[in-house]
């Protein structure tokens, strides 16, 4: 090669390298702003030991929650005594005694006992919208039917109906409590717990033995167990005489000498849920995480709750409501769901009890409102590792969870979140170092789920679905971890007092 060549090839190879500089600072430049996106790293790692302290406080507090209201009536009672104890007035007695609320004020409303929204009043006025955490507290379960007890072969059972969408092959062969309320035709209300306490009877749901299960392990997962052979086990003990349905009349006896169940009629009104056996329980080695039933949503529900409860001494400009509704896992239908009108019917009565009603100003507060739809998220399970999308999943120990949106397939039953207020919850969840990652249910095509966010958006308020992942979802018993639980309610509180 002579020294012309030679020179035209330096030439050539000293402008590729000042291109490539260019490019590189060009993606350095780009990267400066990507750096403010939220990294997928473990929480734990950027943790002292005095957060350590208030997340395990939490924890001790979430998991005696979660042991104790398995249902909606349980979680609606902790609820109320919680917020009566830190100053919540009921709104009934206010609208009775005809009490003008002012900044500052706190109250609650309960719909049927089993739906409650809280409110603390703030500076502004409520036709400039609320700051709403809305969760539910309804879980998947076992219903009686109105007609539950028969006796058949000397064993006595209580006929189910599940509520919610479970796999139900998880239900049987596990000690379940019975929890609810029977009330009698005289207005008097029973509650009932039986299970949960060591000397406690507990109940199954029973299943064919391996050895003669060749046939029934040749069905599909979703009809191994049917719906109508979700039954329960509740005796076998017969009364002395040897009568007919002498198990059945053996039940009914203890019934009414044990728990006040006079007649076998008072099952028609009744409400009786058989619901996972035990508490819940610190998980793994490092304790790092939590095993218990009901924690979609009632993770969601307690996170709000405390958030709101510890804004009771702050001052706020926008009103705060914490709002924990029933019917979720069937639709949200009937007076206690979202798509009744008991929020938009409290909202009035609040805005009168303030002297600020009118017809406009419950639009305009609606309308001005800003919410996170408190839900939880599919966690990532490297078990199944094919039916996430790594790069939009959400990962147990990496932060509080925000899906944009849910839904099915091409986002269809969904309520996509604007920018606009994703960029708003950006900076705030920063300014008040939150950890959060954002994610979807799954795989594009591989189903999907909703939440209440879409009933709230129709109003034209701002929401999107926030909350913590969680790993066996709808199972009887689900995981979650104990970082995710604090940093979730460090994002409602900061939400609560930044917007």
Known sequence: MDDKTMNAQITKLRERLRRWKKIQTEKDNLNTEEEEMPKKFSVWNDYKDEDKVA???????????????????????????????????NLDDVIKNKIQLQPGDKVYCVCMKKTVALFQIGTEPLENGLKILGAHID??????????LYEESGLAYMDTHYYGGIKKYQWVTMPLALHGVIVKKSGRVLNVVIGEEEGDPVFCVTDLLIHLSQEQLKKTADKVIEGDKLDVLVGNYPLKEGSKESVKKAILRLLKENYGVSTEKDFLSAELALVPAGKARELGFDRSMILGYGQDDRVCAYTSLVAMLEAAEVPLKKTACCLLVDKEEIGSYGATGMKSRFFENTLAELLNACGQYSELALRRALKNSFMLSSDVSSAYDALYANAFDKNNVAYLGKGMVFNKFTGARGKSGSSDANAEYVAKLRNILDKNNVHYQFSELGKVDLGGGGTIAYMMAEYGMEVIDSGVGVLNMHAPWEVTSKIDIYETKKGYSAFLSDI
Do not use: H, M, W
């Open 139 to 148: 879980t998947c379960r076992l219903d009686l039917k109105q007609n539950p």
């Open 55 to 89: 997340l395990e406080s939490l924890a001790a507090g979430y998991i005696d929650f979660l042991s104790r209201c398995k249902t909606e009536r349980e979680s609606v009672v902790e609820a109320i005594k919680r917020a009566e104890a830190v100053g919540y007035k």
